[in-house]
C-alpha cells in the first residue's frame, strides 16, 4: 500500500506530477531533486510499478518486498539497499516489536518499504517538510533522518528493557514472587531478540561511514558516524542487560538450590525426630509375651517419657545445628 509519493526540489515538496529527475549521474550529488516513495506492505505485484520507475533489478525487488532479511547494505552501479530491522515497545504486553524496513535509493530517489507498525513515518516526512532545510542535503539527508529515528527508538526500546531488568531483578529476592524464573526468562527473551535486530546494522553503517555508497556525498559521512556511535552505545547498554539478566538468573537458580536444600535439611530433621519414637513404639508393637516390660506398672509411662525425651532432645540439637 502506498503511503506518499512526492518529489523534492530545492529542499521542497514539488506536485507529484513533476518529475524532473535523471536516473542517471556522475559523482556525490547533494540538493539534487529526487522523488520519496513511501509504502507499507507492499506485494510483489505492487512493487513492479517502482521496479520500473527506478530500474531496479529482482534481487532489489524482492529484498524490498519481502520479509525476513538480516539488517545489510547491497550496493549496485547507482542504487544501494539498506534493510534494517524496526523495534518498538508494547507496554501492556511488557515484550517487543520487531518489524522491518527496506531503504532503496539513489541520487534521486529513495523508495522506503516498511513492514509492520513499529516504525511508522508519516511523522518523520512531516517534521522534514517543515523543515525544507534539512531536505536541501538530498536522499543524503532522507536516509539519515530515518536511519537516526530507527537508531533512537532503539534507545528508547533499551530504556524500557532496563526496567523490566530491574524489576526482575527487584524480584529475584522477593518471597512472594515463586514465579519469578518464568519471567527472567521472558525478559531474556526479549532482550536477545532486541540483540539480533540491532547487532547486524553495525556493519552497513560501517560502510557507509566508510565512503562504500559513493553517490552519498561526503558531508553526510560525520551525520552517520553519529548514527553509528548512538548504535554502539546501544549495544553496549543492551549487552550489559543480557548480562544483568544472565546473573540474575544464576542468582535465582542458587536461591532455589538453597531454599531447596534448607527445606530438606527440615525435613530430615523432623524424620530424625520421629524416628526413635516410631523404633520404640514398634519394638514394644511386636506382642511377644516374654518382653519383661509388659508386666511392669511403670513399663508404658516409662516407654513413653522414653520417646518424648528423645523426640526433645533431638530436636534441641536440629535447632542448635540451625537444620530447624
Known sequence: MIVDDAVYIDGRRSPSHLEPIRLHHEGPCARHPFSWVGVVDPTLPEMAAYQTRF????????????????????LADDSAVLLLRTVDYDAGQREIIVGEMALVFSCCFILSVRHGEAMPLQSLRRDLEAHPER????????????????????????????????????????????DIATRLYFVKREISEFRRALLP?????????????????????????????????????????????VS????????????????????????????????????????????????????????????????????????RSRWL
Not at 533522518?145 to 524489576?167: K, M, N, T
Open 135 to 178: 531536505l536541501q542535503g538530498g536522499v543524503a539527508s532522507v536516509v539519515h533522518e530515518i536511519v537516526d529515528r530507527i537508531v533512537d527508538q532503539y534507545g528508547r526500546v533499551c530504556s524500557r528493557l532496563q526496567q523490566d531488568v530491574a524489576d526482575v531483578e527487584a524480584s529475584v529476592f522477593d518471597e512472594r514472587r515463586p
Open 55 to 74: 530500474r531496479l533489478s529482482d534481487l532489489v525487488l524482492e529484498d524490498a518486498a519481502t520479509t525476513g532479511h538480516r539488517p545489510k547494505l547491497d
Open 248 to 319: 540474575a538468573m544464576q542468582a535465582n537458580f542458587a536461591l532455589v538450590g538453597v531454599q531447596q536444600n534448607s527445606d530438606m535439611r527440615k525435613i530430615s530433621a523432623w524424620i530424625a525426630i520421629a524416628a526413635v519414637p516410631t523404633v520404640i513404639a514398634a519394638i514394644y508393637g511386636m506382642n511377644f509375651a516374654n518382653m519383661p516390660e509388659l508386666d511392669s506398672p511403670l513399663g508404658y509411662p516409662l516407654a513413653l517419657a522414653v520417646m518424648g525425651a528423645a523426640a526433645v532432645t533431638i530436636y534441641l540439637l536440629m535447632r
Open 201 to 245: 546494522l553495525r556493519s552497513p553503517l560501517e560502510r557507509i561511514v566508510a565512503g562504500d555508497v559513493v553517490f552519498l556525498p561526503e558531508a553526510a559521512r560525520p551525520l552517520f558516524s553519529d548514527v553509528l556511535d548512538h548504535l554502539e552505545r546501544t549495544l553496549d547498554e543492551a549487552a550489559l542487560l543480557d548480562e544483568l539478566v
